[in-house]
């Protein structure tokens, strides 16, 4: 099976892709084409009602849980 990751990378604006379930990391390139092996990690949001929604995230950067909200608001 597939499902989506949300990809922060190189201060770009965040990007879904499909991935395998079974996969643990997502390749991106560097402009000047350094490769870059991101980890998926999983995000545990809490809404305000109490729901608890479980994201797939990739970044080389910080996020906050707002970032990761709204990207998957506009994704997933």
């Known amino acids: 099976m597939s499902s989506k990751v949300?990809?922060?990378f190189n201060s770009q604006p965040v990007k879904a892709i499909e991935?395998?379930?079974n996969d643990k990391t997502v390749e991106c390139e560097y402009?000047?084409?350094?490769?870059?092996?991101l980890n998926i990690?999983?995000?545990?949001v809490h809404s305000l009602t109490g729901d608890h929604l479980e994201i797939r995230v990739a970044t080389d950067?910080?996020?906050s849980s707002d970032d990761i909200m709204t990207a998957?608001?506009?994704f997933i």
Do not use: C, I, Y
């Not at 402009?31 to 092996?37: F, H, L, Q, R, V």
């Not at 990690?41 to 545990?44: D, K, R, S, V, W």
């Open 61 to 63: 950067r910080e996020l």
């Open 72 to 74: 998957a608001r506009k």
């Open 19 to 21: 991935v395998n379930d």
């Open 41 to 44: 990690m999983h995000a545990g």
């Open 31 to 37: 402009p000047n084409g350094e490769k870059a092996t």
């Open 6 to 8: 949300l990809v922060f």
